[in-house]
């Protein structure tokens, strides 16, 4: 019998991505086992989702380490105990290290709310009406341990309403990251995901 192809899953508030993949796998269209949950947030309800799944937690406090590469160190040794295949982030809102970055490179994802290399950080969504855009949208890309500067992996666009608000415009953006993200963990799951140098391609 072939060895189980394990997921960490990175956040740190509500976990709506996190119930996705939860969901994907239980529908049997994602054919995964969700290893563990990594949260830097002991009070955020993605905490509570894992515990009622019953997915093991590696919860931690952040100021209760001397520096960021020190937990990660702590991190990584999880990931090895749990046997992590692939680090998929899912509203993990912390810049990762080489620490960290380096051991995973290649099997460490992000999901990001707009088009990038349009609108990296924080309030992506906010950026785009600010800016006027007509289209923005969601991708999957590697971590490299910049601000959404990894290859990307896969994109999904859509039109920016006039006058549409941030409210809304987020919950069509939540709607796709929950359709596309648990797709292309899928595709890593069945080797169809090729990187080379910044380009990558997905073999359909």
């Known amino acids: 019998m072939s060895k189980p192809f394990r997921i960490a899953v990175f956040a740190s ?34 905490v509570d989702r894992a515990d009622r799944a019953g997915i093991p937690s590696f919860v931690f406090r952040p100021r209760e380490f001397s520096s960021r590469e020190e937990y990660e160190r702590e991190i990584v040794k999880r990931l090895k105990e749990h046997d992590i295949d692939l680090v998929v982030l899912a509203g993990y809102m912390r810049l990762i290290t080489e620490t960290l970055v380096t051991p995973y490179y290649g099997r460490m994802i992000n999901i990001h709310p707009s088009l990038l290399p349009s609108f990296p950080g924080l309030n992506a969504v906010e950026q785009a009406l600010e800016h006027g855009a007509k289209v923005t949208g969601v991708t999957v ?20 309403g006039e006058g549409e608000s941030a409210e809304s415009l987020t919950e069509r953006i939540h709607k796709i990251e929950h359709e596309l993200y648990p797709e292309v963990i899928q595709w890593v799951r069945e080797d169809r995901v090729r990187l080379d140098g910044r380009r990558v391609r997905v073999i359909m």
């Open 141 to 160: 890309h590697y971590v490299d341990g910049g601000m959404d500067t990894g290859p990307i992996i896969a994109q999904r666009a859509l039109a920016i």
């Open 13 to 46: 508030g509500s976990g709506s991505n996190f119930q996705a993949i939860t969901d994907a796998v239980k529908a049997g269209r994602l054919d995964v086992e969700l290893g563990l949950l990594v949260c830097d947030k002991p009070q955020a309800a993605v």
